[in-house]
């Protein structure tokens, strides 16, 4: 079964750093696109960006570039989603998710698996 | 930047047909999809690539397209579908969903 397992709900400062984890499972880890989605609450789905673990190739959406970094250790089939300075307005829901790569003329991406969400909440 | 454009809200009664629209520029181009969220749920891929059902969602579900339009019809409605729906597609190196829909089933 393909499964993305996320880290724990986490309680943070603003200014503190943190790094979240998906580790995935039942299939090539290396040959997928994964990436991360923000759901803050009462909200919908915002795409932050996808990594290949094959070769480590990133791509962000513009709204978030510079904001987080996306990285993944193939070797344990883990990707990760980090900041270095969080903010209040950082509080939200972030699920991981498996991306398909199609090709019809151009490639184009879509989620067939996502893991259960790591809970942030950013306070003073 | 690329816009998808979806109804916040839409309703329909049990065994009826429930259509939720998602409209952008010519997204007949782009190969949208479906994502289904339950309250306190992740979502869930119910349609990709305009029509297409992965496997374990049932029959009812449904999608089509029409140049600048995605529609995602739910036929036989059931009182489990009611959930929020986003529409999704890929345009500039991009994922660009929609602003969700939430379907009521009354």
């Known amino acids: 079964e393909v499964q993305l397992v996320q880290s724990g709900a986490e309680v943070k400062k603003p200014g503190e750093s943190l790094k979240i984890s998906c580790k995935g499972s039942g299939y090539s880890f290396s040959n997928y696109w994964i990436g991360w989605v923000r759901q803050m609450p009462g909200k919908g789905l915002e795409w932050l960006g996808i990594?290949?673990?094959?070769?480590?190739?990133?791509r962000y959406s513009p709204s978030f570039q510079g904001q987080v970094t996306i990285s993944a250790d193939k070797s344990i089939s883990t990707a990760y989603l980090q900041w270095s300075s969080l903010k209040a307005s950082d509080t939200a829901m972030y699920y991981c998710?498996?991306?398909?790569?199609?090709?019809?003329?151009?490639?184009?991406?879509?989620?067939?698996?996502w893991g259960k969400g790591t809970t942030v909440t950013v306070f003073s | 930047s690329y816009e998808l454009t979806q109804p916040p809200s839409v309703s329909v009664s049990p065994g009826q047909t429930a259509s939720i629209t998602c409209s952008g520029d010519?997204?007949?181009?782009?190969?949208a999809c479906w994502y289904q969220q339950k309250p306190g749920q992740s979502p869930v891929l119910v349609i990709y690539q305009h029509t297409k059902r992965p496997s374990g969602i049932p029959e009812r579900f449904s999608g089509s397209n029409s140049g600048n339009t995605a529609t995602l019809t739910i036929s036989g409605t059931q009182a489990m579908d009611e959930a929020d729906y986003y529409c999704?597609?890929?345009?500039?190196?991009?994922?660009?969903f929609g602003g969700g829909t939430k379907l009521t089933v009354l």
């Open positions: 999704q597609a890929w345009d500039s190196s991009t994922v660009i």
């Open positions: 998710a498996r991306h398909v790569e199609a090709y019809n003329y151009y490639y184009y991406y879509y989620m067939d698996v």
């Open positions: 990594i290949y673990p094959g070769d480590s190739d990133t």
């Open positions: 010519k997204l007949g181009d782009k190969f």
